[in-house]
T-cell receptor, first 114, second 113 residues
């Protein structure tokens, strides 16, 4: 069935460094890839997304890249700050049946140390 | 926009009791999703509705779990009887059917003792 794998499961960086989280998906027909940030005790919040008709999208310090051939997509955070510390989830839209179900990765716990 | 609303925010109950979780989606959204989150299993999709109709309930753990959406602005997730292994945070999310962005509610933290 459809599957999304996410790596690494934990990531520790120094403030100001960059962080990269990578995901792979199994359904080659998937066409929408969102990223969610979940702070401790809070809800997952959509921070950026990308659709299959583009290869890269940026929003200030956050960027997402998509390689459809390899079925990879990645989240890049530059100039990390302590408030970036959270769990990040990638997801891919399931295409089967034409419905709008998302398949989530297992999450990456990012720690940014001052 | 009030966002997705869930109640209660916290629920503590004893094993064997019935638990009902409630969700109000964002006004105008016509897709609604119920998720369960635990440390061990991560974020799991339990069931989702399009235009109030259940589309995929393959994630519902067992017959003790049931969900309804009687109208476009209200959904319930019921567990009867509850068990300690049901302890988790339950999230509701909503979206437009033809859009892809899902917006999550604040969640209900359920503890079954």
């Amino acid at each position: 069935g459809e599957n999304v794998e996410q790596h690494p499961s934990t990531l520790s960086v120094q403030e100001g460094d960059s962080a990269v989280i990578k995901c792979t998906y199994s359904d080659s027909a998937s066409n929408y890839f969102p990223w969610y940030k979940q702070e401790l005790g809070k809800r997952p919040q959509l921070i950026i997304d990308i659709r299959s008709n583009v290869g890269e999208k940026k929003d200030q310090r956050i960027a997402v890249t998509l390689n459809k051939t390899a079925k990879h997509f990645s989240l890049h955070i530059t100039e990390t700050q302590p408030e970036d510390s959270a769990v990040y989830f990638c997801a891919a839209k399931a295409i089967s049946g034409g419905y709008n179900k998302l398949i989530f990765g297992a999450g990456t716990r990012l720690a940014v140390h001052p | 926009d009030a966002g997705v609303i869930q109640s209660p925010r916290h629920e503590v109950t004893e094993m064997g009791q019935e638990v009902t979780l409630r969700c109000k989606p964002i006004s105008g959204h016509n897709s609604l999703f119920w998720y369960r989150q635990t440390m061990m299993r991560g974020l799991e999709l339990l069931i989702y509705f399009n235009n109030n109709v259940p589309i995929d309930d393959s994630g519902m753990p067992e017959d003790r779990f049931s969900a309804k959406m009687p109208n476009a602005s209200f959904s319930t997730l019921k567990i009867q009887p509850s068990e300690p292994r049901d302890s988790a945070v339950y999230f509701c999310a909503s979206s437009f059917l033809k859009s892809y962005e899902q917006y999550f509610g604040p969640g209900t933290r359920l503890t079954v003792t």
